[in-house]
Structure formats: C-alpha cells, structure tokens
C-alpha cells in the first residue's frame, strides 16, 4: 500500500514538472510569444505564470520527496517484519 | 470592474485567435492540475490509513491554489478578450451604419478633411493631396452575394498652391519641358527687342534722344503686349488641346501651346501698336501743352 501510494505521487510529480512538458508548457509559449500580444496586461500574465511554473517545481520537488520516504518506510517495515512462514511450521508463540 | 478604454489598453498588438488558443490552454492546465491535486490527496488517504502521513497536505494546497489561480487568470483574459472583441464589432457597426445612412458620411468627410495635404503612414508624414474612395467588390456568399466594401485612400498628383491643390500640367520629359520654357522667355525678350529695333529704323527723321524714346516706346508696348498675347495664347493653346482630350503631360499640349502662343503673341503686338499710338498722342499733347507754357514764360 506505501509502495503504491509512493509511486502513484512519483507520477504526478513527473506530470507536474517535467522537463518541457507539464500543464503550463503550451500556455507559457504561447504568452510569451510577441506574436500573440504585447503591452503592460500580457506582461503581467506572463509573470504570474512564471510565478506559477516555480511553485509547481516546488510541489513536485516536495511529491518526490514524499515518494522517497514513503518507500523508505516500506522498507524498514518489511526488514522488520519476518519471512513466511515453511509450510508445517508452527507460527511463533506468545513470549 | 474595467472599463471599456481600459481593456482595450490591455492588448497592445495582439492577435485574438492566438489569444483564444491561450485561453483554452490555461483553461484546460488549470484542470490538469486540480485533478493531479485530487490524485495526490487521494495517494495522501491511503498511506494515512497506515501511517500518519501530512507532509504533503501544504503541498496538496499549493497545487490546488495554483489550478485556481490559473482558472482565475483564463477567465479573466477570456473576459477582456470577449470585451475587445465586442467594442470592435460595435465600433465596426458604427461605422457601417454611419456610411450606409449619408453616402458620403461626416465620419468620411471628416477624414478626407484630414488627409488634405498629406496624411500618417507608419509614423511618417506623407506630403501630398489625398482622397479616400470606396471600393466595393462582390464574391459569393452562403446562398446569397457578400458585398465587401473597403476605403482605399488614392494620392492625387501635383503640389499645394498658396490656397488650393494644383494639379500638374507638365511634360514628363523635364530636359524637354525645361528647353521650352526658356525658348518662350527668349521669345519675349526677341518681342520686345525687334518692336524697339523696328521703330529705331522706321524713325530716321528723328533726332537721337526722341528716336530712342521712340524705340523704347514701341519696346514698352508692343514687344511686351506680344509677349504677353504669346503667354496667355500658350494658355490657351494648351487647355483647348486638353479639352479636345489631350493628355496634360503629352507632346500634343505642348505643340498647341506653341501654337497659341504664335497667334497670341500677333494679336498682342496688334494691341500693342493701338497703345503705343495712343501713347504717342497722349506724348504729343504733353509736349504741346508743355511748349505752351514754356512759350508764356518767354
């Protein structure tokens, strides 16, 4: 269930910043063509979508980081945890 | 909310269907990503239910704040876009229905006012005399022929005279134009000097002083009369060959200005004659009434 949950924000992380491709790429070319506008509204459109782009950098950064530590987690519980059981084996009893 | 001018001011050379085409992607980003948002919250629940997992609640947040944000932005671009588009179509109506009700609109006389005697291409300004004209073209339509009109501005030649736009009347051929100038000035000097030089023979009888005066005479009115008859006979020449239907800047116009001149300047010398010998009559009463009180004094 980790690993699921651990891979599933992995992929939305890559949706959200990957490289020259996430939500905003064709928006972002589009107003910063000079072609498409110009003057003191598309400047400020442009800027605000800047601002946009960085903050979803951030939260992807953030989505893989928890990625990771969920993994992590996964991990340490199934060192944790002991092997299956032989077939015939007795489970261990109470100390 | 903006107002109308202001929106306007907004899109400074922009083009709506690439802005349309931004809308659309802005729209559709910002839907991306509160699904992306729903998906991560989604992941979030999930892990929750093992293990008490909030790091990425903020995140989650930001996610979802940038998607509104970005919604927020395409409408507004959306709404300022549909604003212009709007007071462009209205402002086009305007114009239209100013044109269809009076012909030949205040609008459209306003504007050939301003184009008089030069107007604005790209910042520059462009001397010259301009009339705006009405092109209207039909091409076929959805059941029906569109007629497409448009107001093509036409430079009319020529330059501006102290008052009003004159219109050139000359050769083409500048060497041409410029030889036939100074052969009529020659020709008006010739007049005046053979009418003097004339007189100067005619008048042998005469001592030195009165003969010349004589001369000069016959110079003053004759030579200048037939000079002048030979300027206003160019004149003449030329606009009837115009009225015939000559070009204004061909040969044809010029070869009959010459004409006219010829006979102008033989009427002129004829008129001029009848002054000088009302000059002359005029002299001799000065000079008698002159020889009169001369005479009481003696």
Not at chain 1, 43 to 53: C, D, M
Not at chain 2, 43 to 64: C, F, H, K, M
Not at chain 2, 100 to 117: I, K, N, Q
Not at chain 2, 162 to 191: E, S
Request: charge should be neutral; aromatic fraction near 6%.
């Amino acid at each position: 269930m980790l690993r699921d949950a651990a891979a599933q924000l992995r992929s939305i992380a890559v949706r959200v910043d990957c490289d020259g491709q996430h939500p905003l790429t064709h928006a972002l070319a589009l107003a910063r063509n000079d072609r498409t506008w110009k003057g003191g509204y598309a400047e400020n459109i442009r800027g605000a979508l800047a601002h946009q782009e960085r903050i979803l950098a951030d939260v992807a950064e953030a989505f893989r980081n928890a990625a990771n530590w969920l993994d992590q987690l996964a991990a340490e519980r199934d060192a944790a945890s002991p092997g299956p059981l032989l077939p015939g084996a007795c489970p261990p009893g109470p100390p | 909310m903006s107002t109308g001018a202001t929106v306007s001011g907004g899109f400074v050379g922009f083009d709506p269907v690439e802005v349309q085409k931004l809308v659309v992607q802005l729209r559709g980003a910002a839907e991306d990503l509160n699904n992306m948002a729903n998906q991560a919250k989604g992941s979030l629940d999930r892990a929750v239910a093992l293990i008490p997992v909030n790091t990425i609640e903020y995140d989650i947040g930001q996610l979802r704040g940038c998607a509104a944000t970005i919604g927020e932005m395409s409408a507004d671009v959306q709404r300022r876009l549909d604003k212009f588009l709007q007071e462009q179509q209205l402002k086009e109506a305007a114009e239209w229905g100013e044109r269809a009700l009076g012909g030949a609109s205040e609008a459209l006389e306003r504007e050939l006012e301003r184009l008089v005697p030069g107007r604005w291409v790209g910042g520059d300004w462009i001397p010259g005399h301009w009339v705006v004209e009405e092109r209207v073209a039909t091409r076929p339509g959805p059941g029906f022929a569109l007629l497409d009109r448009e107001m093509v501005p036409r430079e009319v030649p020529g330059r501006l005279g102290p008052k009003t736009w004159i219109k050139p009347q000359a050769v083409h051929d500048v060497p041409l134009q410029k030889a036939g100038k100074w052969l009529g000035r020659g020709m008006n000097v010739l007049d005046v000097g053979l009418a003097g030089w004339g007189e100067w023979g005619r008048r042998k009888d005469l001592s030195g002083a009165e003969r010349l005066l004589h001369a000069g005479l016959a110079g003053a009115t004759e030579g200048i009369a037939s000079a002048g008859g030979g300027y206003l006979g160019y004149g003449a020449g030329f606009a009837a060959a115009i009225a015939l239907g000559a070009s204004p800047v061909g040969a044809v116009v010029v070869v009959a200005g010459i004409g006219g001149a010829i006979v102008g300047s033989e009427v002129g010398k004829v008129a001029g004659r009848a002054v000088k010998e009302f000059g002359k009559g005029i002299g001799r009463g000065v000079a008698g009434g002159a020889k009169k009180v001369v005479g009481w004094f003696k």
